[in-house]
T-cell receptor, first 110, second 113 residues
Framework: GQQLNQSPQSMFIQEGEDVSMNCTSSSIFNTWLWYKQDPGEGPVLLIA?????ELTSNGRLTAQFGITRKDSFLNISASIPSDVGIYFCAGQGGSEKLVFGKGTKLTVNP | DGGITQSPKYLFRKEGQNVTLSCEQN?????MYWYRQDPGQGLRLIYY???????QKGDIAEGYSVSREKKESFPLTVTSAQKNPTAFYLC????????????FGNGTRLTVT
C-alpha cells in the first residue's frame, strides 16, 4: 500500500527561527494536505495542494506540491510559541483514502 | 457554527465491555470517517462511510463496528474483541468528491482498564 515518510520526527527550535519539514511517498499523489494538531485536539487543516509544482501560503506557512508528485514540504517562517504542536502531512492518490505521515512534533523555545 | 462534535472527550471502561463513541456533524458532508491515533503514530483508518446506510472497513477495522443511519451521525462501537482499545479516536467528515480535505472533530480519549 501507499506509504508516507515524514521528517523530521521532532524539532526543537528557538522562537523566531524558520522551520522546514517534508514528506515523501513511494507512489504518486494527486493531493497533498498539511494539518496541525494541538495536544488533546483534532488536526486542523493548514494548507491543501492539488497540482504538481503548486506553492501555497497561509500567513507564515508555505507549502509546495513537489513536481514529481511524490513529495511535499511545509515551511514556517519566524516561528512563535503557538506554533508548537504536531504537523501531519497527508496524501491522496489513486484510491480515495488519505494516507497520513507519522507527524513532526515541533517545540518552540521562547 | 458548523463543525464536528465528538462526545465524550474522555471515556473510561472496564475490559470486556463494549463502548460507543459519538460523532455528529452539521457540515452537510456526505462522507464520514473514524481514525485511531496512538502516541508517535500517524492516523490509522478504522471505518469510513460515503453515504447513509453504507460503510467500508478501513485498515484496522477488527474489533470495531459502525452504523450510518443518518447523514449527520456516525457512531463507533469499540467491542470487547478489540485487543488494545486504549487510544485517541478521531472522527472526520468531508464533502463528496475524491480530493476533498477531511475536517476533524476534537477527539475522544478512551481508556480501558
Amino acid at each position: 500500500g501507499q506509504q508516507l515518510n515524514q521528517s523530521p520526527q521532532s524539532m526543537f527550535i528557538q522562537e523566531g527561527e524558520d522551520v522546514s519539514m517534508n514528506c515523501t511517498s513511494s507512489s504518486i499523489f494527486n493531493t497533498w494536505l498539511w494539518y496541525k494538531q494541538d495536544p488533546g485536539e483534532g488536526p486542523v487543516l493548514l494548507i491543501a495542494l492539488y497540482k504538481a509544482g503548486e506553492l501555497t501560503s497561509n500567513g507564515r506557512l508555505t507549502a509546495q506540491f513537489g513536481i514529481t508528485r511524490k513529495d511535499s514540504f511545509l515551511n514556517i517562517s519566524a516561528s512563535i510559541p503557538s506554533d508548537v504542536g504536531i504537523y501531519f502531512c497527508a496524501g491522496q492518490g489513486g484510491s480515495e483514502k488519505l494516507v497520513f505521515g507519522k507527524g513532526t512534533k515541533l517545540t518552540v523555545n521562547p | 457554527d458548523g463543525g464536528i462534535t465528538q462526545s465524550p472527550k474522555y471515556l473510561f471502561r472496564k475490559e470486556g465491555q463494549n463502548v460507543t463513541l459519538s460523532c455528529e456533524q452539521n457540515l452537510n458532508h456526505d462522507a464520514m470517517y473514524w481514525y485511531r491515533q496512538d502516541p508517535g503514530q500517524g492516523l490509522r483508518l478504522i471505518y469510513y462511510s460515503q453515504i447513509v446506510n453504507d460503510f467500508q472497513k478501513g485498515d484496522i477495522a477488527e474489533g470495531y463496528s459502525v452504523s450510518r443511519e443518518k447523514k449527520e451521525s456516525f457512531p463507533l462501537t469499540v467491542t470487547s474483541a478489540q485487543k488494545n482499545p486504549t487510544a485517541f479516536y478521531l472522527c472526520a467528515s468531508s464533502q463528496q468528491g475524491r480530493y476533498s480535505p477531511l475536517h476533524f472533530g476534537n477527539g475522544t480519549r478512551l481508556t480501558v482498564t
